[in-house]
């Protein structure tokens, strides 16, 4: 079975101070991560995955096969970032993947 | 607008009674997901579909729910004898195959 767990339902940081979301997963198989945003009254939309390492909006995650982990991170948090995020765990079946595993989400506040 | 789009927005009915949701998936997206999200927890997946088959549906799906996609394109989604349990955001999202998903809006269902 495949879980995803992020710890903190609440994460309060000041402006400028570094965040880091945490995010482990359970999974046999080779998964794929993502982390998903919501900001106020808008539709859930993909942040980054981890097959593409890229670097948006200033967040990198990192995937850490041994300790099942996907953390998000960002240097210099800034109150635009405020917003509900969920780590997303995607299986492979058939030689592709599909469904999405979501954590409970972590509401992010970055306060001026 | 060329996202995905859910109709309608907000659904308030009795118990007992059915309802049915429609999503329009972006153009030319041939995999089509519903998820269910309630009050503090991340979106549960329900079932999704390639073009028009339906290749998965969770066991949260009990037989009260049927989900449909005609000719591949849009899907819809109904809840017979609705339960006060049924209360919830029920996402849909689409994806070309094996890549991003997109999620729509959202319907808000509400069981009185």
């Known amino acids: 079975a495949q879980r995803v767990t992020q710890p903190e339902k609440l994460l309060s940081v000041f402006k400028g101070a570094p965040v880091e979301l945490k995010c482990n997963y359970s999974y046999s198989g080779s998964p794929e991560l993502f982390w998903y945003v919501q900001y106020s009254r808008q539709r859930l939309q993909l942040l980054l995955r981890?097959?593409s390492r890229e670097s948006i909006k200033g967040f990198t995650a990192d995937l850490n096969k041994g300790e099942t982990s996907f953390h998000l991170k960002k240097p210099f948090a800034q109150e635009e970032d405020s917003a509900m995020y969920y780590c997303a765990l995607s299986g492979w079946s058939g030689g592709s993947n599909y469904k999405l595993t979501f954590g409970k989400g972590t509401l992010l506040t970055v306060n001026p | 607008d060329t996202g995905v789009s859910q109709d309608p927005r907000h659904k308030i009915t009795k118990r007992g009674q059915n309802v049915t949701f429609r999503c329009d998936p972006i153009?030319?997206?041939?995999?089509l997901y519903w998820y269910r999200q309630t009050l503090g927890q991340g979106p549960e997946f329900l079932t999704y579909f390639q073009n028009e088959a339906q290749l998965e549906k969770s066991r949260l799906l009990s037989d009260r729910f049927s989900a449909e996609r005609p000719k591949g394109s849009f899907s819809t989604l109904e809840i017979q004898r609705t339960e006060q349990g049924d209360s919830a955001m029920y996402l849909c999202a689409s994806s070309p195959t094996s890549d991003t998903q997109y999620f729509g809006p959202g319907t808000r269902l509400t069981v009185l």
């Open positions: 981890h097959i």
């Open positions: 153009s030319e997206h041939n995999r």
